[in-house]
């Protein structure tokens, strides 16, 4: 049982690059997030997914898209690289409603 | 939207003492209060939660206490220790079809030996 896993764990991207995190889980969850978190800023919700095949945007999506065809992955996709989108990108699965959020470890993406 | 702070952003105690982080949040329908432990370089981790339907939770050397009058909730860490040291983070949730979550920008907690 591995839990939630993120691929890759470091990236450095040059601005306009395109690429794309993959989260997967596999504790059957119905919920899953991706966040992002700066230094000071705790962690900022981006996109999130309440079951397979639906998404909806968090407080920050500018410059981000998302996918989950499978219940298992969630898929955050950055079209066109930003400086300002260096960040540790955390993805995160829940059960059912108001349960414990299962974290990934973080995918660390710099942008040049 | 939903709207939590944090306070303090740092805190530092002589191992032994005791240790507490404030959270206010501005949404009254959000009714699930998360505490989340993150080590240096790690992901974050529950460490404990509290319900609107409960004024206070206890687990060991952690409790959080929780005021939905004035809406803040509390973090407290009795006989802190060396590996109590870490980023912590509150977060605030209305769970229903949803639940989003919002969290708090972090205390750093260094217990001194």
């Known amino acids: 049982n591995a839990g939630v896993t993120q691929t890759p764990k470091f990236r450095v991207l040059k601005t306009g690059q395109s690429m794309t995190l993959l989260c997967a889980q596999d504790m059957n969850h119905e919920y899953m997030y991706w966040y992002r978190q700066d230094p000071g800023m705790g962690l900022r919700l981006i996109h999130y997914s309440v079951g397979e095949g639906t998404t909806a945007k968090g407080e920050v999506p500018d410059g981000y898209n998302v996918s989950r065809l499978k219940k298992q992955n969630f898929l955050l996709g950055l079209e066109s690289a930003a400086p300002s989108q260096t960040s540790v990108y955390f993805c995160?699965?829940?059960?059912?409603?108001?349960?414990?959020?299962?974290f990934g470890p973080g995918t660390r993406l710099t942008v040049t | 939207g939903e709207n939590v702070e944090q306070h303090p952003s740092t805190l530092s105690v002589q191992e032994g003492d005791s240790a507490v982080i404030k959270c206010t949040y501005s949404d009254s329908a959000s009714n699930y209060f998360p505490w989340y432990k993150q080590e240096l370089g790690k992901r974050p981790q529950l460490i404990i939660d509290?319900?609107?339907?409960?004024g206070e939770k206890k687990d060991q050397r952690i409790a959080v206490t929780l005021n939905k009058t004035a809406k803040h909730f509390s973090l407290h860490i009795t006989e802190t220790q060396p590996e109590d040291s870490a980023v912590y983070f509150c977060a605030a949730s209305v769970s229903g079809n949803f639940n989003k979550f919002y969290f708090g920008s972090g205390t750093k907690l260094n217990v001194k030996p």
């Open positions: 995160a699965s829940m059960e059912t409603s108001a349960r414990e959020q299962y």
């Open positions: 509290i319900r609107s339907n409960v």
